[in-house]
């Protein structure tokens, strides 16, 4: 296997030792690294793409049959969902997460195969936490499981304090709720990020231990051109509220209080109250 070129430095701060390279989606496929089933697997599983309304904006997202749970995989800026589910570095995460129930990607608009915006006008994070609404609502599911990683914390974390009736439970892994001092929010990592996207190579500088070669670089690169263009993802960077990284991840961070910390969502045996309703009353 032929050597990775080797990474921006910026970018390589991003990991191998890092909680980020550690916890991530694509870290955790590393266990199924066993797996050989193809994509014709998820082509077969899946739905075709669809389209329910937020507002104005549809918003694209498949499905795998039904199942005894609805499972939301919240997106962020890097999803398309015509091409995720069938990308063979994930496919034993797929099959795993399909064997516990109806699993669902979504592309939350400007992003993805769903409309796009404005540039300049990205959607806030409220109607980006609206997008899982309308897919729900969609489908004619009262309630699921979301499932949120790094920056979609954010939006998930605001759909389950607003709807906790529907939000059988929130499965987060490597999420923060503020990216405030962090190598995620400094303008030469965002700056790199952007000038390797469409590459590939930015999962494998933030999970280098993950399965790798040529063709898993390639199918990479391939979803990274399909979810957002390099001034896209320059957009959400500048303009879209921290949803890929910056200080406003935290709902809470223009309101005057401290920072958000991560607690038990209320969904099991009454663990917690179930009081917060709006986007300041996560915290």
């Known amino acids: ?13 991003l990991g191998p030792d890092t909680e ?46 039904e199942g005894p749970r609805d499972l939301v995989f919240v997106s962020n800026w890097f999803t398309n969902c015509e091409l995720l589910p069938e990308l063979p570095s994930i ?30 006008a990205l959607p806030t994070l409220e109607q980006w936490a609206d997008s899982i609404s309308a897919v729900l609502d969609d489908l004619g599911s009262s309630e699921a499981v979301l499932i949120a990683s790094a920056g979609a914390f954010a939006t998930a974390a605001l759909f389950a304090a607003t709807h906790p009736s529907r939000t059988t439970a929130l499965v987060v892994f490597d999420g923060y709720a503020d990216a405030g001092g962090t190598a995620l929010v400094r303008d030469e990592v ?26 898993i670089r390639a199918t990479v690169a391939r979803l990274e051109r399909l979810a957002a263009s390099p001034r896209t ?32 969502h209320p969904a099991r045996e009454g663990q917690v109250h179930r009081r917060a309703h709006t986007r300041r009353e996560i915290c």
Not at 107 to 118: F, R
Not at 242 to 258: I, T, Y
């Open 20 to 65: 980020y390279a550690k916890n991530t989606m694509f870290q955790l496929v590393a266990r199924h690294r066993n797996s050989t089933r193809c994509s014709a697997y998820t082509s077969a599983v899946f739905s075709e793409t669809r389209y329910a309304m937020n507002g104005d904006l549809r918003v694209a997202y498949r499905t795998s049959r």
């Open 1 to 13: 296997m032929a050597r990775a070129e080797q990474p921006p430095d910026q970018v390589s701060n």
């Open 190 to 215: 965002q700056a790199a990020w952007v000038r390797m996207w469409g590459s590939g190579k930015n999962q494998h500088v933030i999970n280098p231990d993950m399965p790798w070669n040529e063709e």
């Open 233 to 264: 993802l320059a957009s959400i960077f500048r303009d879209g509220s921290g949803r890929a990284g910056g200080p406003s991840d935290n709902p809470c961070a223009d309101s005057g209080r401290p920072p958000c910390r991560g607690r038990d």
């Open 91 to 120: 496919q034993g995460w797929v099959e795993a997460m399909t064997a516990l129930g109806r699993l669902i990607f979504f592309d939350q608009p400007g992003t993805g195969a769903s409309d796009p915006v404005t540039p300049g």
